[in-house]
C-alpha cells in the first residue's frame, strides 16, 4: 500500500510539471534522441509456483535509447535479475536463462511518430507498441498496448497497460522450467510468466546526464564483475552450476565439445572469484558399457574440465579431479532422459 501512494504522488507530480501544450517544445517534442533514465525505470517479471504463490522479480540493469526517426532499442541485462535472495537468483541465472549461454534480452522497435502526435497536446496517449523480442537466442514479434506519458519538456514515461505474458516455450526455456522444478524437490513453477515495465526517457539538457551516469554505471558494473565472492556465494554456485548439464563430450570421449565452452568460462570466472576454496570435479556415466570402462572415461572426463580451467587461469593446486563411472546414478537409468542425467560433471567446494 505505501508503494502504491508514493508512485501515485510521483504520477501526479510529474503530470503537474508537464509543459503546457501548443508550445514549440511540445511541437517539436518527437522530433529528439532520447535515452533510458535506469533511475526512475522498472522491468518486473512475476512468476508463480505450486499454483498459488506469485513472485515478483526485478531486472536493477536496463539501458535504452529512442532516435529521433524512432528507433528504440532496449536491453535488459538476464544477470541482473534479484529475486532477493541468491540462491534463487544463481538458480534463474543458470538453470532458466542460462546467461552464460545468453546474456541479455534485446527489444527493439520501430515507433509510429504520427500516432504519437497527440503528446503535443495530451499528456497521456495509448499507443499499440509492436516490438522485436530476442531472448534465449530466439527472436519473436509482440505487440502491447502502452502508455505514454510526457513528463515536462525533457522526459517521457513508457508504461504497461496490462502485463505481458511470456511462455516459456516460445523462447525454448521449458528445459530451464524443467531444471527449476528439480533443483525445488518437484514443486510445480508455472511455464510462462508476465513482465511489466515502466520506462522513463530523456531528452534535451538530460541526455549528456544520462550518457555520462551510463558510463558511471557499466565501469561499476565492470568491477563488481571481478569481485570476490564469499565462501557461502561460491558453494551455492557450484551446486547450481553442476545441474546445468551443459558440459558436453563427444560420444565415449572425453574431448569437450565447444557447445560446453560458455559454461567452462564461467566456471573458470567464479572460481578465479572464489579464492577461498578449492574445487572436486568429479566424472559420472550412465550404465552403457562395461564398468571398467565406464569408470576410465569418467575419470578422463573430470580431469578434460580440470586442465580447460587451469588453461584460463585456475591454480592447479585448488583443482582436484576423480571418476566415479556409473557408481553414483541421480536418477533410475531406465530411460534415454535419464541416462542422460547421469552422463554428468560435478563441482563439489572445498573450504581452504
Known amino acids: 500500500m505505501h508503494t502504491t501512494v508514493i508512485r501515485l504522488l510521483f504520477a501526479l507530480a510529474l503530470i503537474a510539471g508537464v509543459m503546457r501544450p501548443g508550445s514549440t517544445q511540445a511541437q517539436d ?18 512468476s508463480v509456483k505450486k499454483n498459488a504463490i506469485f513472485e515478483t522479480h526485478q531486472f536493477t540493469a536496463v539501458e535504452g535509447t529512442v532516435t529521433k526517426d524512432g528507433e528504440a532499442k532496449i536491453k535488459i541485462e538476464l544477470n541482473s535479475l534479484d529475486t532477493n535472495h541468491d540462491l534463487r537468483n544463481t538458480r534463474m541465472r543458470f538453470l532458466l536463462f ?22 503535443s497536446t495530451k499528456t497521456r496517449v495509448t499507443y499499440p507498441l509492436k516490438f522485436t523480442l530476442n531472448m534465449h537466442g530466439i ?21 504497461t497497460v496490462k502485463p505481458i505474458i511470456v511462455t516459456a516455450k516460445s523462447f525454448g526455456l521449458e528445459a530451464g522450467i524443467a531444471k527449476l522444478r528439480e533443483a525445488v524437490k518437484g514443486i510445480p513453477i508455472a511455464a ?30 565492470a568491477q563488481q564483475a571481478t569481485s570476490t565472492f564469499s565462501a557461502e556465494a561460491c558453494e551455492t554456485r557450484f551446486n547450481v552450476i553442476s545441474k546445468t548439464g551443459a558440459i558436453y563430450f563427444k560420444t565415449g570421449s ?3 565439445d565447444t557447445a560446453s565452452t560458455p559454461l567452462l568460462n564461467s566456471v573458470a570466472d567464479i572460481t578465479n572469484r572464489c579464492p577461498s576454496i578449492s574445487i572436486d570435479i568429479t566424472g559420472h556415466t550412465d550404465n552403457v558399457g562395461s ?7 569418467s575419470e578422463k572426463r573430470a580431469k578434460a574440465v580440470a586442465d580447460y580451467l587451469t588453461g584460463k587461469g585456475v591454480a592447479a593446486g585448488r583443482i582436484q579431479s576423480a ?28 573450504k581452504n
Open 323 to 350: 571418476g566415479y563411472g556409473d557408481a553414483r546414478p541421480v536418477v533410475p537409468n531406465d530411460t534415454k532422459e535419464n541416462k542422460s542425467k547421469n552422463r554428468r560433471i560435478e563441482f563439489k567446494v572445498i
Open 98 to 119: 542460462e546467461t552464460f549461454k545468453f546474456p541479455f534480452a534485446e527489444i527493439s522497435a520501430k515507433l509510429d511518430k504520427s500516432a504519437l502526435a497527440a503528446l
Open 139 to 159: 527472436t519473436k514479434e509482440l505487440e502491447a498496448p502502452v502508455w505514454v506519458t510526457r513528463i515536462g519538456s525533457t522526459s517521457v514515461s513508457v508504461a
Open 291 to 297: 564398468k571398467s570402462a565406464n569408470q576410465k572415461l
Open 29 to 46: 517534442f518527437m522530433s529528439q534522441e532520447w535515452v533510458l533514465n535506469p533511475s526512475l525505470s522498472n522491468v518486473y517479471m512475476q
Open 254 to 256: 572425453a574431448v569437450l
Open 192 to 221: 510462462a510468466s508476465s513482465v511489466t515495465f515502466d520506462l522513463v526517457f530523456g531528452t534535451g539538457e538530460l541526455k549528456s546526464e544520462l550518457v555520462a551516469a551510463r558510463a558511471t554505471r557499466e565501469k561499476a558494473r
